[in-house]
């Protein structure tokens, strides 16, 4: 590839990047390379089926026309999968061979008549419950999931999985999907299999490692190995939770089994873990690979919009039973600020503040939220910044004193200070615009807002200005 068709390539990809947006981009094209680059056409590959069909459904369209923005002669895309090194090959269950046409358990020629009688035994048009699915909560469904710029790929892979009918090609196997605690995997995992199972021809099976270990593999032991291939059989889609908890040689050897016959058999596989399949040390070498070679998929923190989003969730979902129950805006904004940790400490916040407005029959106000989650604020917090405080840094930073801020002089070298202070209270601390205002020398609110509005503005065209403004959050913060 000559230099100047990787100038090209990378022009391109910033055309893209600011034609989609920075999350978009992020998600789907981060890994896109350019393979070749010819008169009309451009060869484009990336890692995954999963990536190449999502980019062909969503975003062709846009590829071409960034690319002709670029070079006009360009007429055609392809986009190919990058071939990955295969993981080892699998510790193969001869019945359920790869080549295995695509599954229909109802019209498909069966196994022999006998084979047939002697696995009646174990139902094989299995429900969820049947087979020893571990319970699921109603409330972790796709609808109650918020989308946020940590969840994108991992929510678009989900969906992807639980909208594949019966019979369906399988696009990445396993998936899997790994973030720290309270992220969001189970309430993902759970909402495939609302989802998958809402359709009646399909089986998906969700099991947390635990009743893995505990109920399915001594369910299957105690079967033949027809019946447990008859079993598998019943299932599309096996949806297994914590699997960082999968312990035990016996155990990881029927898992290991579990996970050959299914993928070969094109089931789909979903896995979550609180760390990458690398890092599953326990885990037999030949697993992890075999895990890798799916679609990997991390959720990261989650962002304070997506905080809130998920708090906003919770609320509508409780409002369904508790119609008076209502956290206003400031008080939701107050709790995505502060809860940072993960979702469940966002899910406490609310059954708190529900608790409380109903035992008392009073409406939630901001006191009373700082009140009830103060214990779930964990120290390392950004902590409460003062009003007084702010003057006090910015007064220092811009070398005017304290007074001049609060006075009414309307020269430069005080007016644009006293504007950063309104601007850093209003974003640092929870009081209202007219009670900056008074905290200000006695200011309207609409001076405040104006002085917002106007360092926003600033910080996102004048480098110096945002770097100030930088600075002055840290000390604040520290
Ligand atoms: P994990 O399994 O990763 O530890 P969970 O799925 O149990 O995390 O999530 C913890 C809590 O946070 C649950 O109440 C869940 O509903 C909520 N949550 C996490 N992420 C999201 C999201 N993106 N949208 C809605 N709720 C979420
Ligand atoms: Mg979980």
């Not at 947006?21 to 010819?38: I, K």
């Not at 690398?278 to 690979?289: C, F, G, M, Q």
């Not at 304290?402 to 309104?422: F, G, I, K, W, Y």
Request: net charge positive; glycine share 6%.
């Amino acid at each position: 590839m000559t230099n100047t068709e990787q100038d090209r390539w990378s022009r391109v990809k910033g055309r893209l990047r600011s034609s989609v947006g920075e999350d978009v981009y992020s998600s789907w094209f981060a890994r896109m390379d350019l393979e070749s680059l010819q008169q009309e056409s451009v060869h484009l590959s990336v890692p995954t089926r999963f990536l190449k069909s999502w980019i062909q459904t969503h975003y062709a369209d846009r590829v071409l026309s960034c690319w002709q923005a670029e070079m006009p002669e360009v007429h055609r895309i392809d986009l190919t999968v990058r071939s990955a090194a295969r993981c080892a090959a699998p510790v193969r269950d001869a019945q359920a061979a790869p080549t295995e046409p695509r599954r229909d358990d109802h019209h498909h020629p069966r196994p022999a008549a006998q084979e047939v009688r002697s696995s009646a035994a174990t139902p094989v048009s299995t429900s969820h419950d049947a087979l020893g699915g571990s319970p699921l909560d109603p409330r972790l469904t796709f609808a109650s999931f918020v989308i946020g710029r940590s969840n994108t790929l991992a929510h678009a892979a989900a969906k992807q999985v639980a909208e594949g009918r019966h019979g369906d090609p399988v696009m990445f196997n396993p998936l899997y999907i790994h973030s720290g605690v309270g992220l969001g995997k189970t309430h993902l995992l759970q909402a495939v299999t609302w989802a998958g199972n809402s359709n009646p021809d399909r089986k998906v099976l969700y099991l947390t490692a635990e009743k893995f270990m505990y109920g399915f593999v001594a369910a299957l032991k105690s079967q033949t190995s027809l019946a447990f291939k008859e079993a598998l059989r019943g299932i599309d889609v096996l949806v297994i939770d914590d699997l960082q908890f999968l312990q035990g040689k016996t155990t990881q050897a029927e898992f290991c089994h579990t996970l050959n016959a299914l993928i070969d058999a094109g089931r789909q596989v979903v896995i979550a873990a609180d760390r990458p399949p690398s890092d599953l040390e326990s885990l037999d070498e030949r697993v992890r690979s075999r895990l890798a070679g799916g679609l990997v998929v991390e959720m990261g923190q989650l962002s304070e919009d997506l905080r809130l989003g998920i708090l906003k969730s919770r609320v509508t979902a409780a409002r369904a039973h508790h119609a008076s129950f209502d956290v206003p805006q400031p008080v939701l904004e107050y709790l995505a600020r502060s809860i940072t940790h993960n979702g469940r400490d966002l899910e406490g916040a609310i059954n708190r503040l529900l608790a409380h407005s109903k035992l008392n029959s009073q409406p939630v106000t901001l006191e009373m939220a700082e009140r009830e989650v103060r214990d779930l604020i964990r120290p390392q917090e950004p902590k409460r910044i003062k009003i007084e405080d702010i003057q006090r840094v910015v007064a220092r930073q811009y070398n005017v004193s304290r007074a001049d801020l609060l006075s009414s002089r309307r020269t430069a070298n005080v007016v644009r200070p006293r504007q950063v202070a309104m601007y850093l209270a209003k974003t640092l601390t929870l009081r209202s615009l007219p009670e900056i205002g008074r905290r200000f020398g006695g200011r309207d609110h609409t001076t405040v807002l104006h002085a917002v509005r106007k360092i926003e503005g600033l910080v996102s065209k004048d480098t110096t200005l945002s770097d100030e403004v930088e600075l002055l959050k840290r000390q604040l913060q520290e």
